[in-house]
């Protein structure tokens, strides 16, 4: 994911409403997405047709992420204090796939929240061993350091190849607030990850199902399994509120 790309994540438009079964996606795992002009569910068309079986879904998605859409870019705002981490919401129905993934979205959502306070977008990441232990954490870094590639993402899987000593991380599952983008997608395919484990969809610049799939093309020899959708709306609400606070990508003054 990420956000770190140009513009935030943004509701599928071709979602189901609130509440409406999710076309191709496991039981389950149909989440109603936030009530407002533009919501969508992380269910896009795109993923809908995923390369292998998986068992991908669409995230719910909030009207303020088509809100944002046509946004320019992930950039800096001016630095702030990081953002509470929001409250779970309540999700009443067992979801066999995305429940054990709850808690580690948790803690890759405690990353983000604190990308604000350097003016990043808040998009963070964990990345688990096989044993389920945090391996590597990351958030965006790219206004603080001033780092094109210094995504969630990518910081995450640098930090558990180091914990493992070496680049892959086969076994491991890369848990991300926000879809990842083109290259922290293709970084996890490069570090041989198990899994992605997805929060809101990024219909804009989503690689992992929505605008492109790079995750799960046929021709590629790894193919890491996908899932969408856990705690959605929970990550898209700090990049909701980082954008409507007016932390803004703007011209770089
Ligand atoms: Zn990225």
């Known amino acids: 994911m990420d956000a770190r790309s140009p513009r935030e994540p943004t509701g599928r438009d071709t979602t ?22 533009g919501s969508g569910s992380g269910s896009g068309s795109a993923e809908q047709d995923p390369a292998a079986g998986d068992t991908t879904t669409g995230a719910p998605a909030t009207e303020d992420t ?66 389920g232990a945090v391996l590597g954490r990351g958030r965006n870094e790219r206004e603080a350091v001033g780092d094109p590639t210094a995504h969630a993402e990518v910081l995450a899987l640098r930090e558990a190849a180091r914990a493992r000593g070496e680049w892959r ?10 879809e990842p983008c083109t290259m922290c997608a293709g970084a996890a ?31 590629l020899n790894h193919r890491p399994e ?15 509120r980082f954008f409507r606070s007016g932390r803004r990508p703007g011209p770089r003054t």
């Open 66 to 131: 088509a809100a944002r859409a046509g946004r320019p870019g992930r950039d800096a705002a001016p630095a702030g204090a990081s953002e509470p981490v929001p409250e779970p919401a309540p999700d009443p129905a067992p979801d066999p796939v995305r429940d054990r993934w709850r808690e580690p979205m948790r803690l890759a959502l405690s990353e983000a929240v604190r990308a604000p306070r350097t003016g990043d977008v808040p998009v963070g990441a964990v990345v688990l061993g096989p044993d």
């Open 16 to 37: 189901p409403g609130p509440g409406a079964p999710l076309r191709g996606h496991t039981p389950g795992g149909a989440r109603p997405a936030a009530p407002g002009p």
């Open 189 to 219: 395919v490069l570090a041989r990850v198990d899994r992605i484990v997805i929060g809101a969809a990024d219909a804009k610049a989503g690689a992992a199902g929505s605008l492109w799939d790079v995750v799960r093309d046929r021709r």
């Open 226 to 240: 996908v899932i969408h959708g856990v705690l959605a709306e929970e990550c898209a609400a700090p990049l909701t």
């Open 169 to 178: 991380l086969t076994g491991c599952t890369l848990v991300v607030t926000l």
